[in-house]
């Protein structure tokens, strides 16, 4: 019976030219790392910036103030955004729980 604490390991493979596994092998090793894991620490180092720039609203503060002031008093619907809305409920079935 497999428990919650069990994970289910995957291979990524990357193939690539012998001077570039050359490069990142010395690389891991100057880190004490083996090639692998230097290589998953280097892709989730990526994945992780690459994410947080798509995933996270950044805002000066002119612009915060100009959202906060948009949430705090949103303007009245107007009717191309209203055939919007009716759009999307007729293609989208929201109602649906």
Known sequence: M?????????RLVARTSTEIQEIIQRAADHCGATLSQFLID???????????????????????DALM????????????????AQHYKGTVNVDNH
């Open 2 to 10: 497999a428990t919650s604490a069990q994970r289910k390991e995957t």
């Open 42 to 64: 280097a892709a989730m180092e990526k994945a992780r910036t690459v994410i947080e720039r798509t995933e996270t609203l950044q805002l000066s503060m002119v612009g915060a």
């Open 69 to 84: 002031a948009a949430l705090d008093n949103p303007p009245q619907a107007n009717d191309k955004l209203l055939a919007a």
